[in-house]
């Protein structure tokens, strides 16, 4: 199901601020060289995650799901001074190419890359949230959600991403495991009284979930 009208989507593009160039590099390498390129946020997207980074400052930043790097840097922009991102990456070749581009950026020495299985690796990162962001494994979102929701701070945030799977949720009968798992994620959040929550239709559906 398509659920981005495509015109909408240039058009909101053109209206926004640029991101910044190795961020377009990023973007262009993904698309020729990534056989999941269709993962990467996108210019819309990221410029909504920098945003919101720059308007909470963060001084602890939480990823689950690295990719190219692309929304870590888009995050990292809004760091506090003395902020941190910690950011989870399950498959070396994409760690591997995340950190050449960490490591050009302006700020990269402040993006601590993990390497592994994020159930393992999260409950050594002895932080306190100000602002997480999840976009890995969709079976493991759950569990993720309530591992991380503890260490975040009163008032911070985790922002989930792919909540509306490809429009698969929207169907009478949700069917495959991912989009299982994203409805039932979806639920989770939603009766969850710790948290006030909104869903946004940008991309592929972005879940804002503040903790109260």
Known sequence: MELVNQLAQTYAERYSSRLDPLLEEIAAYTAVNHPEAHMLSGPLQGKLLEMISRMLCPRRVLE????????????????????????????DADADRAAGYFRRSEGGDRIILHRGNALAIIPT????????????????????????????????????????????????????????????????????????????????????????
């Open 64 to 91: 689950v799901g690295t990719f190219m790097g692309y929304s870590a840097l888009c995050l990292a922009a809004g760091l506090s001074g003395d902020g941190r991102l910690h950011t989870i990456e399950l498959r």
């Open 125 to 212: 990162l002895q932080e306190d949230w100000d602002l997480v962001f999840i976009d890995a494994d969709k079976p493991g979102y759950i569990d993720y959600y309530e591992m991380i929701l503890p260490r975040v701070k009163s008032g911070g945030m985790i922002i989930a991403d792919n909540v509306l799977f490809h429009g698969q949720v929207l169907e009478e009968s949700v069917t495959g495991k991912s989009a299982i798992a994203i409805q039932a994620f979806n639920d989770r959040v939603a009766a969850d009284d710790r948290v006030e929550k909104v869903m946004l239709t940008v991309r592929d559906g972005l879940f804002l979930i503040r903790k109260k």
